[in-house]
């Protein structure tokens, strides 16, 4: 193969997720997450914008499959909106919840769109919130009985199952820093919090696969190459002590390996509390691991008391100053940190495929003349996309790539003030046009290679 080409069989695809783009929060019986609770509390989300209406891609969602269809997409990566099936968190699921994906889901099928289910991409029901959320046991058996549900009503076309996006960032984000919903600030809690995620991720694997013969089922981790800020010993401490905090805490279970034993020593009591055989079932087999990658971690030490595990990471500010370039998100652009990690992931863990399932940018995109000419997108995009093909040249078993995403979306705590789509939403008029980035996808899909000239 050539630089930039892929494999016959290499699936092409884009991403979003429920609570950034559904709108209709109030509908068909949805009850609040803890998105609706966080987005509405003043002072959480910029400009105190929420997900009521976003890309009012519950009405919408026909045109969007269109938008699909036009890209020549063959997959679709997209999440269940777990108060919509599940309203109250237990009990009877929701009929109408679950019309809303059955009709998505055919009309991906109708156009030849491979649909991939994310189970749970963040936006937990708020009444499992007010029984305590992730940080109580009983949410993982609350999480099977949605994902059961689901499966019973969508398992018969649907064979690709993802069952948590980053709970990386749910448990540290939304627990640890408070900049997510729920919005709390414990460390203990977010670590008990990522335990019991990753244990509903194991138990959820059998249950899925168990639904019908050929089910795909594996778990999205956002990964992110750890480099020290210099060759001092203490920052090369720090960056060790960090990639087990950020990777190996959510990789090494997954892949039957338990915690990593020094952060454990290092974190004492704030240890996760867990039962016997835990690990054994978190360390359920995959069928596929997929990859969030957005940018490689720069770390120093600090004084402990500066920062948890005396671990901080450089400032965009500093990143600039050392001459990186930066999306709008101030995440440093670099490609080749994505071949590192396929290429460290499929030595070191040795998934049976791996997809990624997010990698994108944003930028301050412009609508002139009815256009966005989005040329940094582009340049992201491709640049990513021949890591990822260099990846492949070295033997990664790398399947498929979920560009990170369709549409300009609900950004959590950022709002609308971030566009990461291929896509462009006015959400005044919610107007759907696509960027020169799509159409540029569209030939990369067209093509199954990176174009040699723009
Ligand atoms: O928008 C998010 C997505 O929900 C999860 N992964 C990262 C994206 C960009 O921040």
Redesign the pocket.
Known sequence: MQPGQFPDDFVWGAAT?AY?IEGAVDEDGRAPSIWDTFSHTPGKTWNGDTGDVACDHYHRWPEDVQIMRDLGLEAYRFSIAWPRVIPGGWGQPNPRGLDFYDSLVDALLAANITPFVTLY?WDLPQALQDRGGWANRDTVEAFLEYAEAVVQRLGDRVTHWITH??PQ?VAFVGHALGLHAPGLTDQRTALQVAHHLLLSHGRAVPLLRSARAGMQVGITL?LSPVVPASQQPEDQRAAALYDALINRWFLDPVFGRGYPQELLAQLGDLAPQMADNDLDMIAASLDFLGV?Y?FPSYVRAVPPQQAPLGVATLTPEELAARGFELTA?GWPIVPDGLRDLLVHVHREYAPRAIYIT?NGAAFDDQVVDGAVQDQRRIAYLREHLLAASAAIQEGVPLRGYFV??LMDNF??AYGYSKR?GIVYVDYATQQRIPKASAEWYRRVIAENRVPLED
Do not use: I, L, P, T
């Open positions: 997720a950034q991409h996006n980053e960032v956002n969030n957005y998100m997010e990170w995403s950004e959590w990461f």
